[in-house]
């Protein structure tokens, strides 16, 4: 029965993800195509819940929200994506002084993308094929009492 509401739920989960890839490929987020091909979506359905999750290397938050001056970027993570990039590696400390004194700007899309979808269309649709569920089903146990009365 509650079949009928993962496609609604999947189609959801392939738009986010597709909007997500395309604002790290506009913004150039795309070193080593670890992020992007990180970004995935599962879903879990049953009577109580209906829950949509977004999967992403951890440090998509760091692209989102960028970060704060005062701490350095881990080395290691940092050494990797300058090599990615084709960078000396002699550019490793001032990169991360850089970093450690200005921070890293945020893109700030990943709350746009989520408040975009409840204007979307998507949850709507959710929520009608949901309450549909609910009242065919009531319909069906009102059916079966009505039976056993008799």
Known sequence: MLKRLEMPIQNLGIDMVND????LQQNNKI???NLINSVKYEYQVDINTIKLMLIS??????????RAPGRFAPVDKLREWIRIRGIPE?????INYKIFKFGIKPLNFLE??????????????IVK??????SDYMKWEFEQIQKNLK
Request: aromatic share 14%; net charge positive.
């Open 90 to 94: 002699k550019a490793l400390y001032p």
């Open 20 to 23: 997500i890839i395309s604002v």
């Open 31 to 33: 070193a080593s195509g």
């Open 112 to 125: 746009g993308i989520r408040a975009s979808y409840s204007t979307k269309g998507h949850f709507g649709i």
């Open 57 to 66: 290397e951890d440090y998509l938050e760091y692209v989102d929200k960028g």
């Open 129 to 134: 094929q949901y309450n549909k569920i609910i």
